[in-house]
């Protein structure tokens, strides 16, 4: 089955900085791959996915990288703000609407 | 708005208890999951269901069963509560390609 990697498993980083976490997948059928964000004490949102067919997709200061060849995919913040302070997890699924197969998580801290 | 809703945000049980854990979403999904997260593993996935009185097996199934008895409500059952079993319980279900989670239950088995 599907095995996704992450890591750092904890970063932190100066305010204005960037960030980035890094999540490799093991099945080569996955085709679709969404990044989620979860504040203390809070569910798990999307905040930004990213499917097969394209490489890079960026939203505001967020942008994810796909590189199929070597199953992994990235999550750039930049202009890192205190409020992006959370655990993000990355995910991989291979079907629409199908069961996701998380990664075990990156608790981001932005320094003020 | 979808919104999913969790029976309990906290519940202590004792071990060997059964206990019930409620789903209920309002957006008519036909795929509905249930994980278990803790910390350094991330979510994982118990079991899942894209229909009525179907359920599938997920990666952790040991010691879970469900019941999807009506579109809108999938329940997770722990027959006989193990102190391995305290975790946060996290349901979800899926429009389009996106999950989206119920506020969770932090479940303590003693």
């Known amino acids: 089955g599907e095995n996704v990697e992450q890591h750092p498993s904890t970063l932190s980083v100066q305010e204005g900085d960037s960030a980035v976490i890094k999540c490799t997948y093991s099945?080569?059928?996955?085709?679709?791959f969404p990044w989620y964000k979860q504040e203390l004490g809070k569910r798990p949102q999307l905040i930004i996915d990213?499917?097969?067919?394209?490489g890079e997709k960026k939203d505001q200061r967020i942008a994810v990288t796909l590189n199929k060849t070597a199953k992994h995919f990235s999550l750039h913040i930049t202009e890192t703000q205190p409020e992006d302070s959370a655990v993000y997890f990355c995910?991989?699924?291979?079907?629409?609407?199908?069961?996701?197969?998380f990664g075990p998580g990156t608790r981001l801290s932005v320094l003020p | 708005d979808v919104k999913v809703t969790q029976s309990s945000r906290y519940l202590v049980k004792r071990t060997g208890e059964k206990v019930f854990l409620e789903c209920v979403q309002d957006?008519?999904?036909?795929?509905m999951f249930w994980y278990r997260q803790d910390p350094g593993l991330g979510l994982r996935l118990i079991y899942f269901?894209?229909?009525?009185?179907?359920?599938e097996k997920g990666d952790i199934p040991e010691g879970y069963s469900v019941s999807r008895e009506k579109k809108e409500r999938f329940s997770l059952i722990l027959e006989s509560a193990s102190t391995n079993q305290t975790s946060m319980y996290l349901c979800?279900?899926?429009?389009?390609?996106?999950?989206?989670f119920g506020p969770g239950t932090r479940l303590t088995v003693t």
């Open positions: 995910a991989a699924s291979k079907q629409y609407g199908q069961n996701f197969v």
């Open positions: 099945d080569s059928a996955s085709n679709y």
């Open positions: 990213i499917r097969s067919n394209v």
């Open positions: 957006m008519d999904h036909e795929n």
């Open positions: 269901s894209y229909d009525v009185k179907m359920k």
């Open positions: 979800a279900t899926t429009a389009s390609y996106e999950q989206y």
